[in-house]
């Protein structure tokens, strides 16, 4: 068997390297839709395993109700809700992270975490594509934007139960991380009591990652949980991992010493237990270790779909931002230190060179172009290993240029980042299990 899915890949790929197709092109799968986390499938734990998961699904279940009860409290009996805040893409957010530390102690930056503060669920997190640059919240008004998910087709796997209440809150766009780095700029600028609310925001933040943390050490997209596929613990856009780094740093450097210490302590175990999560949930194909999926299954940690043309795979953008969150721990297990190699290799294995991902009159498509990439197909099969297309209709393609012109130029579905895990462990695998560098 492990031959005949080598012989597979080496004629993809010498299809590939001669600027031709794969002969065979064609759909070779339809996508099916992730499982929601519910009692009936807890219920198929071993005993001893129920209890802690039981009990973690029916507190999402309360935060859920505190939360929609909270918009309500604010309203006069009879007042008319404002209406939601206006959504807007990534680089309108206004969150920046990287300015000179006297900025932070502006009025533009005080509005910016005013506003921010104001939008802070009751859980403690955030929804996301929203300016953090505009309007303080209004009372009554929704903590998210309506922007999400507006076609209620049932054959989507993204639609919601109530698209007025979706993505509230997430880790998703690198929402609630990147509000809690931000507000943690304005406690280091403002120390006194004008940056206390600022803390009080970021406290409650601490807590919030750690309720929404499974028992296993993953984190799902969406918390409280909202069903589908955000239900799987999520390594696209690095939820996981960035939410690991932000409680590891709240754990272990005295820009969090406000943090109180019992949160503290919890922090730095819940970095241990997610650790562990991406260690089990590394893809293995006949003995080896290979990369991580988009998302997994909360319970099982198998691979999982998310949208219709998101199908389940080893997914090498998510690899590359595991590998660089493992490689930045300060003392690597044996264990770790395996699953970066085992990861490194692979991606290794899968580069394709002498290509390149270009716009058409006809929409993107992969040509041959010598010296081009290497590049990394967005998605491999789970059993094949071969790079897949997923499309609006849930077919699953073996030839990015089979599909459609739409999903061709919405995802990019070859992709160079896994470079920046290469270069990366350039240096890393310098350093001896102590970490400390070797001499060159």
């Keep these: 068997m492990k031959s005949a899915r080598m012989f597979a890949f080496c004629l993809a790929a010498a299809a590939l390297a001669d600027g031709l197709s794969p002969a065979t092109a064609k759909v070779i799968a339809i996508n099916q839709p992730a499982l929601t986390l519910t009692e009936a499938r807890i219920g198929t734990l071993p005993d001893a395993e129920q209890a802690v998961w039981l009990a973690y699904l029916l507190r999402s279940k309360a935060q859920a109700r505190v939360d929609r009860q909270s918009l309500a409290a604010e309203l006069q009996p009879g007042q008319v809700p404002p209406p939601p805040p206006q959504a807007v893409g990534p680089s309108h957010y206004n969150m920046p992270i990287d300015r000179p530390a006297a900025w932070y102690r502006s009025a533009e930056a005080r509005h910016i975490a005013d506003t921010m503060v104001s939008f802070q669920t009751p859980a403690g997190g955030w929804s996301k594509n929203q300016n953090r640059a505009g309007p303080a919240r209004l009372p009554g008004q929704r903590y998210g934007n309506d922007a999400e998910t507006m076609v209620q ?230 059993v094949s290993g071969l790079p897949i297309f997923g499309d609006k209709d849930r077919s699953i393609h073996d030839d990015v240029n089979e599909i459609s012109i739409g999903r061709r130029n919405g995802y990019n579905w070859w992709v160079t980042a896994p470079q920046e895990a290469l270069d990366a462990y350039a240096g890393w695998s310098r350093k001896p299990a102590s970490g400390t560098p070797r001499p060159d």
């Design 153 to 382: 087709d049932p054959a989507n796997f993204d639609a919601p139960y109530d698209r007025f209440w979706t993505f509230v809150g997430t880790l998703d766009n690198d929402a609630t991380t990147t509000e809690m780095r931000f507000l943690t700029l304005m406690s280091q600028a403002l120390p006194g009591n004008e940056g206390a609310r600022y803390r009080e925001s970021i406290v409650k933040g601490v807590e919030y990652l750690l309720a929404a943390q499974y028992p296993n050490g993953g984190w799902p997209q969406i918390w409280p949980l909202e069903g589908g596929f955000h239900d799987g613990i999520t390594f696209n856009d690095n939820a996981v991992a960035k939410a690991a780094m932000l409680l590891q740093e709240v754990a272990q450097t005295p820009a969090y010493r406000f943090v109180p210490g019992t949160l503290r302590q919890r922090a730095g175990a819940a970095v241990g237990k997610a650790v562990d999560v991406i260690l089990a949930a590394q893809v293995r194909r006949d003995g080896r270790l290979l990369g991580w999926p988009q998302q997994v299954d909360p319970l099982t940690l198998e691979p999982i779909s998310a949208r219709n043309y998101e199908p389940r795979s080893v997914a090498s953008g998510e690899t590359t931002d595991v590998l660089i969150f493992l490689m930045n721990q300060p003392s690597p297990s044996p264990a770790v230190r395996a699953a970066i190699e085992g990861g490194i290799a692979w991606l290794r294995r899968v580069a394709l060179r002498d290509h390149a991902w270009e716009k058409t009159d006809d929409g993107r498509k992969l040509f041959p172009r010598a010296g081009g990439g290497p590049l990394w197909s967005r998605n491999y099969d789970v």
